[in-house]
């Protein structure tokens, strides 16, 4: 068994690597435009499959799974509600993005409010990346990885920690080398080949998870079953003791959702790389309707190991590892394993390109070295995002003991999150809020968050209101105060966002019928399963 586990396991890596290096081997990876944005030529199926993998990583499909093995349906706002998220890209946010020819977000800020903005924003991105995102990825992935391949068995490492330590070490290097030789063109179209095979993956584990809990005897069956034998999993309506109490929805749930899909580097840097507005929107409204049937593939999983598993004493974060290695058979398990394997390099690989995407455009050419030459900062890029690899890889490991891994990536994410997504709304949104409101927002939302987190006597109150809608409280409290900045200490003019002429702006005549019709499915379904 584990030899054609291993096998089948080969086999799809290589082959994923094989054709995305056929694809694009004669791709312009020295200038910065090729290197960093693709060459601006993404097209919307490829837009919409790399933001999908990127956003799909081992956190999600070992971290959802099992906060749904503990609380059922209702954690599929952390899917289903990122369609809101992703119209309001598609239809408000991508318009004015695209308007300015930016690579980075930052860079967004510097031309809306001033150098030192984009600086402070390039430095939060960076550390948030090297200290929560990048290390989560490969952890969350070489638990996942151990369960499903029986690594102990294969590799005779009888030591837990070693093991996970080589596991982290092996994937964050494969990663590494994807993300820094290739530019975002390799990582899209690697993702894209990923994406297809860990949907097709997702859904066959749902399959034989289903006739796991019917005993063989239909799919129908299993669904019933599952139902009738613990309906409380079934209801969409958080109850205030869950992860996602109903009502956090509208407040810091959502909010999480709007900066993670319109503002994060990592996510829409593949939608600055569209060729123009028109593909932009198809592949973020595509990615929006692929959202959707998440809950399929990331949650179900979770209720079903939990039918099958709960009495066996298996902990939330190993149950979609256990459920894949106990009803998948030997020839798919390495093929899923692989496609795990392209889940977690997508992920990993696209945080790193757009941590030195950053770290070139914005700390390099910006600050450091202003006169380089192309070459000299795609050179940076890469040396910076070894080092960077270097060090996630070695706080990858640390992690380890966490109770929920995705609470906790959801809740170290709400300390940047919510100061840069305020910053950009009040910047897009008014004219003459000054820099200096800007900066005291970054600053100080993420001091504020940190200390409601970690600084008694402060931390008790995420715990009096719950920490989503906490966050919602001060992303409210920022755009409060930004604008009373502006009204007291305006700019001299109003800010006008000029027409950079790097992409055509003609948007798609379906993305607003389009975005209605995915906002009224997301209403849909929650109701269809309210009260379970």
């Not at 090297?130 to 989560?136: F, H, M, R, S």
Request: charge should be neutral; include cysteine; glycine fraction near 10%.
């Amino acid at each position: 068994m584990h030899a054609l586990t291993l096998a089948s396991f080969l086999f799809f890596t290589g082959l994923v690597a094989f054709v995305t290096w056929r694809i694009t081997r004669r791709d312009d990876h020295r200038s910065t435009s090729g290197y960093f944005l693709a060459g601006r030529t993404l097209t919307f199926p490829l837009i919409a499959a790399s933001m999908l993998m990127t956003n799909l990583s081992t956190e999600q499909m070992v971290g959802l799974n099992g906060s749904a093995f503990t609380d059922g349906l209702s954690v599929m706002a952390w899917e289903v509600i990122a369609v809101i998220a992703l119209v309001a890209l598609a239809l408000f946010f991508l318009p004015r993005f695209l308007k300015s020819g930016i690579a980075t977000l930052p860079q967004l800020l510097a031309i809306r409010f001033d150098k030192g903005t984009q600086l402070i924003a390039n430095v939060i991105f960076l550390i948030a990346y090297a200290v929560v995102l990048l290390p989560i990825i490969l952890y969350s992935g070489a638990i996942g990885l151990q369960g499903m391949l029986d690594l102990q068995g294969l590799t005779g490492i009888e030591s837990n920690t070693a093991l996970l330590w080589a596991t982290v070490w092996a994937v964050g290097l494969i990663g590494a080398v994807y993300a820094l030789f290739g530019g975002l063109r390799t990582v899209a179209v690697s993702d894209t080949l990923n994406g297809v095979g860990l949907l097709i993956g997702g859904f066959v584990i749902v399959y034989f998870g289903l006739q796991a809990v019917s005993g063989g005897t239909g799919v129908m069956e299993g669904w019933n079953i599952l139902k009738e034998s613990d309906p409380s999993k079934f209801n969409s309506m958080g109850g205030p003791e869950q992860q996602v109490p109903f009502s956090t929805i509208f407040t810091g749930v959502l909010l999480l959702h709007l900066f993670y899909w319109t503002t994060n580097q990592q996510i829409i840097q593949r939608t600055f790389a569209a060729k123009n507005l028109a593909e932009g929107q198809k592949g973020v409204l595509l990615t929006g309707f692929l959202k959707l049937l998440g809950p399929l593939y990331l949650v179900l999983p979770g209720i079903i190991a939990y039918h099958l598993y709960a009495d066996q004493g298996i902990r939330a974060d190993e149950a979609y590892g256990h459920l894949v290695f106990n009803v998948l058979p030997p020839y798919l398990t390495g093929f899923f394993a692989a496609v795990m394997v392209g889940a977690i390099l997508s992920s990993f690989n696209s945080a790193l390109n757009s941590t030195t995407t950053i770290f070139s455009l914005g700390i390099y050419k910006g600050v450091l070295k202003k006169d380089a030459t192309e070459e000299q900062v795609v050179k940076s890029g890469k040396v910076f995002g070894w080092i960077m690899a270097i060090t996630t890889m070695i706080i990858a490991p640390l992690l380890a003991g966490q109770d929920s891994l995705f609470g906790y990536l959801q809740k170290m994410n709400a300390i940047y999150f919510i100061p840069i997504l305020a910053v950009v709304l009040v910047g897009l949104l008014t004219k003459r809020v000054p820099p200096m409101a800007a900066k005291v927002a970054l600053v100080g939302g993420c001091l504020l968050i940190a200390a409601g987190y970690f600084v008694p006597p402060f931390n008790k109150l995420p715990m009096v209101m719950h920490e989503f809608h906490f966050v919602a409280a001060v992303f409210v409290l920022l755009v409060a105060v930004m604008l009373v900045i502006g009204k007291l200490r305006p700019r001299a003019t109003d800010w006008v966002q000029e027409d950079s002429g790097d992409v055509d702006l003609t948007p798609w005549k379906g993305a607003v019928p389009t975005g209605i019709v995915l906002v009224v499915l997301v209403v849909i379904m929650y109701a269809s399963f309210a009260g379970g």
